[in-house]
């Protein structure tokens, strides 16, 4: 099983406190390896209000978080069980599991708020195997073998033809292989 990004609906307002209690209870339950990050999609947007900019924190999607997580019985279970949350969006409700984000629906959210998909410090290193989801290379496996966080592209060495071939990526163009 893979780690995804879903997509789950609060009680209107209840979006930070959702937040917090997840984070509280992936630290006690110790469900690191099930349930990875916890974001409130927001944006930071400048107001001018009688000549004076004010810059101010807005609600991208208000009544929604955004959880990447593994999608096992106990993840689920924790996050829909959790106060303030109704359920996930993409589920058909009756036990049903919900249906993960695209990575292009992801990235666009993620992007807005200045994060990516994936955490970099953590997922990118060299000798790391990644997938290649866009371009000419897409489907195709490799090995990392520089990052340029700068330019958002990294160098990865794809198998072609049985040679070892370096070819650049966007990171929003890549989902890291567990």
């Known amino acids: 099983?893979?780690?995804?990004?879903?997509?789950?609906?609060?009680?209107?307002?209840?979006?930070?406190k959702v937040k917090e209690k997840l984070e509280?209870?992936?630290?006690?339950?110790?469900?690191?390896?099930?349930?990875?990050?916890?974001?409130?999609?927001?944006?930071?947007?400048?107001?001018?209000?009688?000549?004076?900019?004010?810059?101010?924190?807005?609600?991208?999607?208000?009544?929604?978080?955004?959880v990447e997580m593994v999608m096992s019985d106990e993840a689920w279970y924790i996050v829909r069980n959790t106060q303030g949350v109704t359920g996930f969006i993409g589920s058909s409700g009756k036990g049903a599991k919900p249906i993960p984000l695209l990575p292009n629906e992801v990235d666009d959210i993620l992007g807005k708020m200045g994060l990516s998909r994936?955490?970099?410090?953590?997922?990118?290193?060299?000798?790391?195997?990644?997938?290649?989801?866009?371009?000419?290379?897409?489907?195709?496996e490799g090995t990392i073998e520089s990052v340029d966080m700068k330019t958002q592209k990294l160098?990865?060495?794809?198998?072609?033809?049985?040679?070892?071939?370096?070819?650049?990526?966007?990171?929003a163009d890549i989902s890291s292989i567990d």
């Not at 099983?1 to 930070?16: A, C, D, L, P, Q």
């Not at 072609?160 to 966007?170: M, N, R, S, Y």
């Open 1 to 16: 099983m893979k780690k995804e990004w879903y997509v789950v609906t609060t009680v209107t307002g209840y979006e930070y």
């Open 24 to 66: 509280m209870m992936i630290n006690s339950m110790e469900l690191h390896k099930n349930i990875y990050r916890v974001v409130v999609p927001e944006q930071k947007i400048v107001e001018v209000k009688d000549g004076v900019k004010k810059e101010k924190v807005k609600k991208m999607l208000p009544g929604y978080v955004l």
């Open 118 to 140: 994936i955490d970099a410090s953590k997922e990118l290193e060299p000798g790391k195997k990644v997938r290649i989801l866009e371009g000419p290379f897409k489907d195709m």
């Open 155 to 171: 160098n990865v060495n794809v198998d072609l033809f049985g040679q070892a071939t370096k070819v650049e990526v966007d990171l």
